[in-house]
Protein backbone atom coordinates (compact mmCIF):
# COMPACT_ATOMS: atom_id res chain seq x y z
CA UNK A 1 0.00 0.00 0.00
CA UNK A 2 1.05 3.33 -0.64
CA UNK A 3 2.00 5.63 2.06
CA UNK A 4 -0.32 8.59 0.79
CA UNK A 5 -3.20 5.69 0.54
CA UNK A 6 -5.93 7.15 3.23
CA UNK A 7 -3.86 9.90 4.40
CA UNK A 8 -6.10 13.28 4.87
CA UNK A 9 -4.53 15.90 3.12
CA UNK A 10 -5.70 19.88 2.87
CA UNK A 11 -4.24 22.03 0.15
CA UNK A 12 -4.64 25.73 -0.46
CA UNK A 13 -4.33 27.45 -3.73
CA UNK A 14 -5.76 24.10 -5.07
CA UNK A 15 -8.05 25.86 -8.28
CA UNK A 16 -5.21 25.58 -10.45
CA UNK A 17 -1.22 24.98 -10.98
CA UNK A 18 0.51 23.36 -8.74
CA UNK A 19 -2.62 22.89 -5.82
CA UNK A 20 -4.46 21.21 -8.88
CA UNK A 21 -1.74 19.08 -9.83
CA UNK A 22 -1.11 18.01 -6.68
CA UNK A 23 -4.45 17.17 -5.70
CA UNK A 24 -4.83 14.83 -8.75
CA UNK A 25 -1.85 13.05 -8.09
CA UNK A 26 -2.31 12.18 -4.45
CA UNK A 27 -5.95 11.31 -5.72
CA UNK A 28 -4.49 8.52 -7.77
CA UNK A 29 -2.73 7.13 -5.01
CA UNK A 30 -5.54 7.11 -2.92
CA UNK A 31 -5.31 10.06 -0.47
CA UNK A 32 -8.34 11.51 0.93
CA UNK A 33 -8.74 15.39 -0.03
CA UNK A 34 -9.99 18.23 1.29
CA UNK A 35 -9.24 21.55 -0.93
CA UNK A 36 -9.55 25.13 -0.37
CA UNK A 37 -9.29 28.17 -2.99
CA UNK A 38 -10.99 31.53 -3.75
CA UNK A 39 -12.53 30.37 -6.71
CA UNK A 40 -15.34 27.62 -6.11
CA UNK A 41 -16.14 27.30 -10.12
CA UNK A 42 -12.99 25.47 -10.33
CA UNK A 43 -12.80 23.55 -7.02
CA UNK A 44 -16.05 22.11 -7.80
CA UNK A 45 -14.19 20.85 -11.30
CA UNK A 46 -11.65 19.99 -9.83
CA UNK A 47 -13.95 17.93 -6.92
CA UNK A 48 -16.23 16.05 -9.78
CA UNK A 49 -13.14 15.00 -11.72
CA UNK A 50 -11.72 13.23 -8.94
CA UNK A 51 -14.55 11.98 -7.44
CA UNK A 52 -15.80 10.11 -10.82
CA UNK A 53 -12.17 8.89 -11.17
CA UNK A 54 -13.07 7.32 -8.06
CA UNK A 55 -10.95 9.51 -5.58
CA UNK A 56 -12.16 11.09 -2.53
CA UNK A 57 -12.24 14.83 -2.12
CA UNK A 58 -14.39 18.17 -0.91
CA UNK A 59 -13.72 21.57 -1.00
CA UNK A 60 -13.99 24.60 0.77
CA UNK A 61 -13.81 28.47 -0.62
CA UNK A 62 -10.95 29.69 1.50
CA UNK A 63 -9.42 33.30 1.42
CA UNK A 64 -6.13 32.59 3.08
CA UNK A 65 -5.62 36.15 4.49
CA UNK A 66 -8.90 35.44 6.56
CA UNK A 67 -7.88 33.33 9.63
CA UNK A 68 -11.18 31.68 10.10
CA UNK A 69 -11.90 31.01 6.77
CA UNK A 70 -8.50 28.86 6.94
CA UNK A 71 -9.49 27.48 10.77
CA UNK A 72 -13.01 26.36 8.83
CA UNK A 73 -10.89 24.69 6.05
CA UNK A 74 -9.26 22.37 8.44
CA UNK A 75 -12.20 22.17 10.07
CA UNK A 76 -14.39 21.14 7.22
CA UNK A 77 -11.11 17.62 7.67
CA UNK A 78 -12.25 16.81 10.68
CA UNK A 79 -15.45 16.93 10.16
CA UNK A 80 -15.75 14.83 7.32
CA UNK A 81 -12.60 12.53 7.79
CA UNK A 82 -12.00 12.86 11.65
CA UNK A 83 -8.01 13.65 11.54
CA UNK A 84 -5.43 16.17 9.11
CA UNK A 85 -2.41 14.22 8.22
CA UNK A 86 -0.81 16.62 5.89
CA UNK A 87 -1.04 20.26 5.03
CA UNK A 88 0.19 21.85 2.15
CA UNK A 89 0.25 25.47 2.08
CA UNK A 90 0.35 26.70 -1.65
CA UNK A 91 -1.48 29.56 -2.43
CA UNK A 92 1.04 32.13 -3.07
CA UNK A 93 0.90 36.06 -5.47
CA UNK A 94 3.87 37.16 -7.13
CA UNK A 95 3.31 40.89 -8.35
CA UNK A 96 7.07 42.16 -8.90
CA UNK A 97 8.05 45.93 -9.25
CA UNK A 98 10.70 47.72 -8.01
CA UNK A 99 10.76 49.29 -4.53
CA UNK A 100 10.59 52.81 -6.11
CA UNK A 101 7.19 52.00 -7.52
CA UNK A 102 6.24 52.03 -4.00
CA UNK A 103 3.52 49.56 -4.77
CA UNK A 104 2.23 49.61 -1.01
CA UNK A 105 -0.91 47.76 -1.48
CA UNK A 106 0.88 44.31 -3.74
CA UNK A 107 3.99 44.98 -0.81
CA UNK A 108 0.64 43.79 1.48
CA UNK A 109 -1.11 41.65 -0.24
CA UNK A 110 2.24 39.48 -0.61
CA UNK A 111 2.87 39.67 3.22
CA UNK A 112 -0.67 38.89 3.57
CA UNK A 113 -1.04 36.14 1.56
CA UNK A 114 2.33 34.43 1.26
CA UNK A 115 3.34 34.45 5.01
CA UNK A 116 0.12 35.07 6.90
CA UNK A 117 -1.48 32.88 4.72
CA UNK A 118 1.02 30.12 5.72
CA UNK A 119 0.77 30.75 9.82
CA UNK A 120 -2.92 30.75 9.23
CA UNK A 121 -2.41 27.26 7.74
CA UNK A 122 -0.22 26.03 10.34
CA UNK A 123 -2.11 27.35 13.31
CA UNK A 124 -5.18 25.75 12.05
CA UNK A 125 -3.75 22.49 11.96
CA UNK A 126 -1.37 22.49 14.89
CA UNK A 127 -3.19 21.69 17.41
CA UNK A 128 -4.78 18.33 15.38
CA UNK A 129 -1.36 17.37 14.76
CA UNK A 130 -0.44 17.84 18.05
CA UNK A 131 -3.18 15.58 19.65
CA UNK A 132 -2.80 12.95 16.60
CA UNK A 133 1.00 13.27 17.64
CA UNK A 134 1.95 12.87 14.23
CA UNK A 135 1.47 15.22 10.74
CA UNK A 136 3.15 16.79 8.21
CA UNK A 137 3.30 20.51 6.72
CA UNK A 138 4.15 21.25 3.43
CA UNK A 139 5.07 24.49 2.45
CA UNK A 140 5.53 26.19 -1.09
CA UNK A 141 8.48 28.75 -1.31
CA UNK A 142 10.77 29.44 -3.95
CA UNK A 143 13.92 29.88 -5.50
CA UNK A 144 13.55 33.20 -4.27
CA UNK A 145 13.45 32.19 -0.50
CA UNK A 146 17.20 31.43 -1.70
CA UNK A 147 18.55 34.40 -3.64
CA UNK A 148 17.28 38.01 -3.94
CA UNK A 149 16.89 39.48 -7.18
CA UNK A 150 16.30 42.90 -8.63
CA UNK A 151 12.40 43.72 -8.64
CA UNK A 152 11.28 40.87 -6.47
CA UNK A 153 12.69 42.31 -2.84
CA UNK A 154 9.09 41.68 -0.95
CA UNK A 155 8.34 38.88 -3.06
CA UNK A 156 11.94 37.27 -2.01
CA UNK A 157 11.44 38.45 1.57
CA UNK A 158 7.63 36.43 1.67
CA UNK A 159 9.86 33.37 0.77
CA UNK A 160 12.40 33.63 2.78
CA UNK A 161 9.96 33.84 5.32
CA UNK A 162 8.52 30.65 4.28
CA UNK A 163 11.89 29.12 4.67
CA UNK A 164 12.18 30.16 7.90
CA UNK A 165 8.47 29.16 9.12
CA UNK A 166 9.48 25.64 7.69
CA UNK A 167 12.73 25.31 9.73
CA UNK A 168 11.00 26.75 12.72
CA UNK A 169 8.41 23.92 12.49
CA UNK A 170 11.12 21.23 11.93
CA UNK A 171 12.92 23.29 15.09
CA UNK A 172 9.80 23.13 17.29
CA UNK A 173 7.99 19.42 16.18
CA UNK A 174 9.10 17.09 19.16
CA UNK A 175 9.72 14.32 16.73
CA UNK A 176 5.96 14.61 15.87
CA UNK A 177 5.70 16.62 12.75
CA UNK A 178 7.29 16.73 9.82
CA UNK A 179 8.01 19.57 7.93
CA UNK A 180 9.15 19.79 3.74
CA UNK A 181 9.85 23.10 2.25
CA UNK A 182 9.43 22.70 -1.28
CA UNK A 183 11.23 25.45 -3.44
CA UNK A 184 10.12 25.63 -7.15
CA UNK A 185 11.76 27.68 -9.92
CA UNK A 186 10.19 28.59 -12.97
CA UNK A 187 6.85 26.41 -12.80
CA UNK A 188 3.92 27.26 -15.93
CA UNK A 189 0.71 28.42 -13.41
CA UNK A 190 -0.77 31.38 -13.57
CA UNK A 191 1.87 33.09 -10.59
CA UNK A 192 2.85 35.86 -13.34
CA UNK A 193 -0.64 36.83 -14.87
CA UNK A 194 -0.91 39.32 -11.78
CA UNK A 195 2.49 41.46 -12.53
CA UNK A 196 1.80 44.92 -13.75
CA UNK A 197 5.12 46.34 -14.18
CA UNK A 198 6.08 46.23 -17.75
CA UNK A 199 9.56 45.71 -16.91
CA UNK A 200 9.03 43.38 -14.53
CA UNK A 201 6.42 41.20 -16.40
CA UNK A 202 9.28 40.90 -18.98
CA UNK A 203 11.79 39.70 -17.12
CA UNK A 204 9.37 36.98 -15.22
CA UNK A 205 8.17 35.85 -19.19
CA UNK A 206 12.02 35.74 -20.11
CA UNK A 207 13.08 33.30 -16.76
CA UNK A 208 9.44 31.61 -17.55
CA UNK A 209 10.20 30.48 -21.35
CA UNK A 210 11.83 27.48 -20.09
CA UNK A 211 9.33 26.62 -17.16
CA UNK A 212 8.53 23.33 -16.21
CA UNK A 213 4.87 21.83 -15.79
CA UNK A 214 3.02 21.14 -12.25
CA UNK A 215 3.59 17.79 -11.78
CA UNK A 216 7.18 18.17 -11.68
CA UNK A 217 6.84 20.01 -8.02
CA UNK A 218 3.58 17.58 -7.45
CA UNK A 219 6.06 14.78 -7.96
CA UNK A 220 8.22 16.48 -5.10
CA UNK A 221 5.30 17.15 -3.13
CA UNK A 222 4.46 13.37 -3.39
CA UNK A 223 7.98 12.33 -2.66
CA UNK A 224 7.88 13.86 0.54
CA UNK A 225 4.71 12.67 1.60
CA UNK A 226 5.00 9.19 0.82
CA UNK A 227 8.52 8.84 2.65
CA UNK A 228 7.76 6.15 6.14
CA UNK A 229 7.28 8.39 9.06
CA UNK A 230 10.18 7.89 10.37
CA UNK A 231 11.89 10.00 7.59
CA UNK A 232 11.52 13.97 7.23
CA UNK A 233 12.30 15.72 3.60
CA UNK A 234 13.28 19.13 4.90
CA UNK A 235 14.73 20.83 1.76
CA UNK A 236 14.08 20.78 -1.98
CA UNK A 237 14.61 23.06 -5.00
CA UNK A 238 12.88 22.34 -8.02
CA UNK A 239 13.76 24.38 -11.13
CA UNK A 240 14.46 24.00 -14.76
CA UNK A 241 17.74 22.54 -15.85
CA UNK A 242 18.42 26.04 -17.87
CA UNK A 243 17.42 28.30 -15.25
CA UNK A 244 20.37 29.95 -13.73
CA UNK A 245 18.88 32.01 -10.97
Known sequence: MSEVAEKVVVITGASSGLGEATAKMLAEKGAKLVLGARREK???QLVNAITSDGGEAIYKTVDVTKRDEVEALANAALEKFGRIDVLVN???LMPLAPLDEL???EWEQMIDVNIKGVMYG????LPTMRKQESGHIINLSSVAG???FPGATVYCATKFAVKAISEGIRQESNG???STNISPGAVATELTD???HKDAKEMADDLYSDAIDSDSIARAITFAIEQPGEVDVNEMVIRPTKQEL
Open 42 to 44: RLQ
Open 122 to 125: VGAV
Open 146 to 148: HVV
Open 103 to 105: KVD
Open 194 to 196: HIS
Open 176 to 178: QIR
Open 90 to 92: NAG
